[in-house]
């Protein structure tokens, strides 16, 4: 069992809707990554958080310490929302900023 | 004016072939990386470079060399390719005592026939 679960590892959507990507881990953590990856393969950081939640447009991420669970919200989706989204934690102490990962959600928005 | 590049963007060789990855940062960072991420996509680091020195060492075989000559370089050499080693490589950076937010290369994709 890997120490960050995802779920669910496909979604397809329609344009507008309202969508929920999940993220379990089993470690203790300093913080937890939402990061994109497009079909054109590069990998861009959407949010770190360590507690509570933030916002960036139409994206929410919130993070619930103590049940080890970590949600990213995508309000009115849209066909370039398209894109996998991969959760990723860091560990505490000198663990130097590494990141263990989830094994990625595939969203796809239809039009 | 990008912040973190890698050459190749795409690398095809033969087994048994010897190549290397090169990355470069413009962000001023101390830490940098490199990321292996399989054909599922699943990703995970290999090694990890603080101000020249390693810190992170990942159950990779030692086929497997990283050099740093300086904090805004990391390479990835790798001996007598195999098969397996086909993957997309991705090379990132961050800022210890900060915020450690990493900073991602394009990749390169190696396959090897």
Same mark, same amino acid.
């Given at each position: 069992k890997n120490e960050v679960e995802q779920s669910p590892q496909n979604l397809t959507a329609q344009e507008g809707e309202f969508i929920t990507i999940n993220c379990s881990y089993s470690v203790g953590i300093s913080a937890l990554h939402w990061l994109q990856q497009h079909p054109g393969g590069g990998i861009v950081s959407l949010f770190m958080l360590s507690s509570g939640k933030k916002k960036h447009g139409r994206l929410i991420a919130t993070i619930n310490i103590q049940e080890k669970h970590s949600s990213l919200h995508i309000t009115a989706s849209h066909p370039r929302d398209s894109a996998v989204y991969i959760c990723a934690v860091r560990g505490g !102490?000198?663990?130097? !900023?590494k990141l263990t990962f989830g094994q990625g959600t595939i969203l796809t928005v239809h039009p | 004016d990008t912040a973190v590049s890698q050459t190749p963007k795409y690398l095809v060789t033969q087994m048994g072939n010897d190549k290397s990855i090169k990355c470069e940062q413009n962000l001023g960072h101390d830490t940098m990386y490199w990321y292996k991420q399989d054909s599922k996509k699943f990703l995970k680091i290999m090694f990890s470079y603080n101000n020249k020195e390693l810190i992170i060492n990942e159950t990779v075989p030692n086929r497997f060399s990283p050099k740093s000559p300086d904090k805004a370089h990391l390479n990835l050499h790798i001996n007598s390719l195999e098969l397996g080693d086909s993957a997309v490589y991705f090379c990132a950076s961050s800022q210890r005592?900060?915020?450690?937010?990493q900073y991602f290369g394009p990749g390169t994709r190696l396959t090897v026939t």
């Amino acid at each position: 069992k890997n120490e960050v679960e995802q779920s669910p590892q496909n979604l397809t959507a329609q344009e507008g809707e309202f969508i929920t990507i999940n993220c379990s881990y089993s470690v203790g953590i300093s913080a937890l990554h939402w990061l994109q990856q497009h079909p054109g393969g590069g990998i861009v950081s959407l949010f770190m958080l360590s507690s509570g939640k933030k916002k960036h447009g139409r994206l929410i991420a919130t993070i619930n310490i103590q049940e080890k669970h970590s949600s990213l919200h995508i309000t009115a989706s849209h066909p370039r929302d398209s894109a996998v989204y991969i959760c990723a934690v860091r560990g505490g !102490g000198t663990s130097y !900023g590494k990141l263990t990962f989830g094994q990625g959600t595939i969203l796809t928005v239809h039009p | 004016d990008t912040a973190v590049s890698q050459t190749p963007k795409y690398l095809v060789t033969q087994m048994g072939n010897d190549k290397s990855i090169k990355c470069e940062q413009n962000l001023g960072h101390d830490t940098m990386y490199w990321y292996k991420q399989d054909s599922k996509k699943f990703l995970k680091i290999m090694f990890s470079y603080n101000n020249k020195e390693l810190i992170i060492n990942e159950t990779v075989p030692n086929r497997f060399s990283p050099k740093s000559p300086d904090k805004a370089h990391l390479n990835l050499h790798i001996n007598s390719l195999e098969l397996g080693d086909s993957a997309v490589y991705f090379c990132a950076s961050s800022q210890r005592g900060q915020t450690y937010e990493q900073y991602f290369g394009p990749g390169t994709r190696l396959t090897v026939t």
